[in-house]
C-alpha cells in the first residue's frame, strides 16, 4: 500500500497532457489492496490496512513530494479509501464483481475531488481538467483490475490468519 501511494504522490507531479498524470495509473491499486483485504479478512483488517498505509505513506511522501501534494493525498486517500470498505461492504454478497467496481468508482469521485481541490487549488494548474482525466483513468483502472481482482478470490484463504 504504501509503495501505491508514495509512487503516486510522486508521479502526480507529472502531467502527460493537459487532462492527465502518472499517478492516475498508479492509484487505483490502493482500491485493489483494500478490496483484496476486505473480502479475505473483513472490513476492520482492511480499515488497519488503510490506515496503516496512509501513516507511512504521508510521512515518506512528505520527503519525496511537495507538502502540499502529500497533504492532499493523505487527506484524500483516508477519507476515499474509508467510503470504499463501506461500499464493498454494502455490496459483498451481490455478485463478486459488483463490490470493488462500484466501491471504487464512488470512492474515486470523492478522493479525486478532494485530492486536487487540496493539491491544486489557486495554483496555475489546469486541476479541474487533470481531476477530469484522473477520474476518467480510475474508472477504467477500476474495470481493469476487476481481472487480478478475479484472479485473486480462489487464493485468498492464504491471507486468513490461523488460529
Known amino acids: 500500500m504504501m509503495l501505491v501511494i ?15 498524470t502518472w499517478g492516475a495509473f498508479t492509484f487505483p ?3 485493489l489492496v483494500t478490496d483484496l483485504t476486505n473480502r479475505a479478512v473483513g472490513a476492520q483488517a482492511a480499515r488497519r ?3 496503516t498505509g496512509f501513516a507511512i505513506a504521508v510521512l ?3 520527503a519525496l513530494a511537495p507538502w502540499r501534494i ?7 486517500f483516508i477519507v476515499g479509501q ?3 470498505i463501506v461500499a464493498f461492504n454494502r455490496l459483498r454478497a451481490m455478485s463478486w464483481w459488483k463490490a470493488p467496481l462500484i466501491g471504487s468508482v464512488v470512492a474515486s469521485v470523492v478522493d479525486t475531488a478532494i485530492f486536487f481541490f487540496l493539491a491544486f487549488a489557486g495554483s496555475d494548474m489546469d486541476w479541474l481538467m ?3 482525466g484522473d477520474l476518467g483513468i480510475k474508472w477504467l483502472m477500476a474495470a481493469l483490475l476487476l481481472a487480478p481482482y478475479r484472479a485473486m478470490l480462489p487464493r485468498l484463504q492464504l491471507w486468513v490468519p490461523i488460529h
Open 6 to 20: 508514495v509512487s503516486s504522490n510522486y508521479l502526480v507531479q507529472f502531467p502527460i497532457n493537459d487532462w492527465l
Open 29 to 31: 491499486m490502493a482500491f
Open 49 to 51: 490496512v488503510a490506515w
Open 60 to 62: 515518506v511522501s512528505l
Open 70 to 76: 502529500a497533504v492532499a493525498s493523505g487527506v484524500a
Open 82 to 84: 474509508l467510503l470504499d
Open 130 to 132: 487533470l481531476a477530469a
